[in-house]
């Protein structure tokens, strides 16, 4: 019995991380850095008295190098929170198929990513981006009712460099284009 608890949580810890792209998810988590000490995410189904359930840890070594696992929603601030979730959908959406011919989707919408995150972690998420649509060839299309945002986004962004397009609401369902 012992044996077969075993073998069902190695296939368990492995579809998981097959199924939320783990090591792409740390790798996107790294580059946006919303916190000092814990670097690293990992998923892991407990197995508790009654029903077994999906956790997310967050990883810090102590001064020995034993690894402490943390649970996110008690020590992080909501925008790391916000930082931890983003970073789970980028790393879904840049994995997502169609599920007809198998291809990539190159197209990734996002709302309003960067609630309640500092100056830092925008300028990083920022670069994320960029990097995201140099180097992936993705397509990104992200609204925001943050002005200082979308200013930061054509400053980093820029049309010359990028096929970007910014477009604002002047009033209720009216467009302006900006440059």
Do not use: W
Not at 7 to 33: A, C, M, Q, R
Not at 156 to 167: D, L, N, R, T
């Amino acid at each position: 019995m012992i044996i077969m608890k075993e073998n069902l949580e190695i296939f368990l810890e492995k579809t998981i991380d097959e199924f939320f792209y783990t090591g792409l998810i740390n790798t996107i988590y790294k580059k946006i850095d919303p916190h000092p000490d814990y670097e690293t995410i990992e998923f892991k189904c407990e197995f508790g008295e009654s029903k077994p359930r999906l956790q997310i840890f967050t990883i810090n070594k102590d001064k020995n190098g034993k690894q402490i696992k943390s649970i996110p929603a008690l020590y992080f601030s909501t925008a790391q929170i916000n930082i931890l979730s983003l970073s789970i959908f980028l790393a879904r959406a840049l994995k997502t198929k169609n599920p007809n011919t198998k291809e990539s989707i190159d197209c990734i919408f996002i709302d309003d990513p960067i609630q309640s995150m500092d100056s830092i972690n925008i300028l990083s998420f920022i670069d994320l981006f960029r990097g995201i649509i140099t180097s992936l060839g993705k397509q990104l299309i992200v609204s925001t009712h943050e002005e200082n945002f979308h200013l930061l986004l054509k400053k980093k962004i820029p049309k010359e460099f990028f096929k970007s397009k910014f477009i604002e609401f002047e009033t209720f369902g009216k467009l302006k284009m900006t440059d």
